[in-house]
């Protein structure tokens, strides 16, 4: 394991967090996965949950695949979080105006969230994706993406934080962790010796590679990497494919999406459902 956290530290190509971190624990090597236990505390953890209630509504994501996301979820002021924002930043190594608002999200029994990238399609200025170049990496490396015209930003980063212990379902899954091998195509493994843009096929249903599952525990912080830093490429890792199985126990969950460059437009960069509310979602500071 050891190794593992050197080669990682080599590869400049990724974000890299603080790996000093005591309690760090890589879960599986490109795409790097890592979690760390206790990232939150439990009152944090409650807070955070009892915060987010009263504003949950239906979520929605950009894919150009028609797939199910069935979970609620809310943003809060970052105000209203400045010691956990902090935190995460500190742990990813970024300036804290590079952290998205925090989203919170709950799963009740049987909601869902399907195959999906956390990063975000370049801007195409309103044609097509090319066929193998499925999620404008090309048109990002230009012109960035759409709201945000600065050549590369992306997500480079997320940081997912459970918020309660799950004992049945909800578990986070990345099941295409060679993403397109079942397919004969040209990445999976080989993607981090070549890197290009890629088409985005893969085995949907089946999974192509290992597969690495987390079951939720409350405060666990679980790190993984959608793209590459804009001065590798800023390619996106389709290896780093994941879903949100269906819920049986109720799941809530913390999601901070880092980026590559500070101070964004969230605005103008992000879905309604992710910008900063206009009011606290409640008196509570954590």
């Known amino acids: 394991m050891r190794a593992a956290f050197l080669r990682y530290s080599k590869d400049a190509r990724f974000q890299q967090i603080d790996l000093q971190t005591p309690g760090l624990e890589l879960l599986h090597e490109r795409p790097y996965i890592f979690a760390l236990p206790r990232l939150f505390s439990s009152d944090e953890c409650a807070r955070l949950r009892a915060k987010a209630e009263g504003s949950l509504a239906p979520q929605s994501f950009d894919d150009a695949v028609p797939r199910q996301r069935t979970s609620h979820g809310t943003t809060v002021r970052n ?39 956390d990063n975000v399609r370049g801007e195409l200025l309103g044609a097509a994706a090319p066929p193998g170049d499925w999620w404008a990496d090309e048109a990002r490396r230009e012109r960035g993406v759409p709201g945000a015209p600065i050549s590369g930003a992306a997500r480079v980063a997320t940081v997912f934080v459970y918020l309660n212990d799950v004992a049945r379902g909800g578990r986070t899954r990345w099941r295409w962790t060679e993403y397109d091998a079942a397919l004969g195509g040209a990445h999976g493994r080989s993607f981090y010796e070549a890197p290009s843009a890629g088409s985005g096929r893969t085995d949907i249903e089946g999974g192509s590679g290992v597969e690495v599952a987390v079951q939720p525990r409350e405060g666990m912080g679980v790190i993984h990497f959608p793209a590459m830093l804009p001065e590798a490429g800023g390619y996106t890792d389709y290896n780093a494919y994941h879903e949100a199985e269906a819920a049986i126990d109720e799941k809530w969950v913390a999601q901070q999406f880092i980026w590559s460059h500070p101070r964004l437009d969230w605005r103008r960069v992000l879905e309604e459902e992710n910008w900063e509310p206009l009011r606290r979602r409640s008196s509570d500071t954590i």
Do not use: D, N
């Not at 500190?90 to 989203?103: E, F, I, M």
């Open 79 to 117: 105000e209203e979080v400045p010691t956990l924002r902090h935190r995460l930043a500190r742990l990813v190594r970024v300036a804290v105006t590079q952290l998205q608002p925090l989203k919170v999200s709950r799963y009740r029994a049987g909601e869902r969230f399907e195959i999906h990238t």
